[in-house]
């Protein structure tokens, strides 16, 4: 059993920055793939990026390359997503998820632990 909970949402104005954490704890957590999504109102949950066990290997949703970096130190047991020149169309809660997999994944079905999530907002 992994547990995550996400903290670091908030309101910020378009532009600017945010940087999300996510504390999993379980035996076993270091060793799964981490991931975050996001749900805005009246959309589907979308994948924004990726980062397998090691840390070694990332994958990025186009929305957001280049704009979004995920990292995770695992002696903290904690998964980061750093976002960078948010947008209004940002805004969204934003989840955490972990899958058994341990390599980097975007299929929402593969996460097998998710957390409860962060509301993110931004405004122009």
């Known amino acids: 059993q992994v547990q995550l909970v996400e903290s670091g949402g908030g309101l910020v104005q378009a532009g600017g920055s945010l940087r999300l954490s996510c504390a999993a704890s379980?035996?076993?957590?270091?060793?799964?793939?981490k991931g975050w999504f996001r749900q805005a109102p009246g959309k589907e949950r979308e994948f924004l990026a990726s980062?397998?066990?090691?840390?070694?290997?990332?994958l990025y949703a186009d929305s957001v390359k280049g704009r979004f970096t995920i990292s995770r130190d695992n002696a903290k047991n904690t998964v980061y997503l750093q976002m960078n020149s948010l947008k209004p169309e940002d805004t969204a809660v934003y989840y955490c998820?972990?899958?058994?997999?341990?390599?980097?994944?975007?299929?929402?079905?593969?996460?097998?632990?998710w957390g409860q999530g962060t509301q993110v907002t931004v405004s122009s």
């Open positions: 980062i397998n066990w090691s840390g070694g290997s990332t």
């Open positions: 998820a972990a899958a058994p997999t341990g390599t980097v994944v975007a299929r929402a079905a593969t996460y097998a632990y």
């Open positions: 379980g035996r076993t957590s270091s060793s799964y793939a």
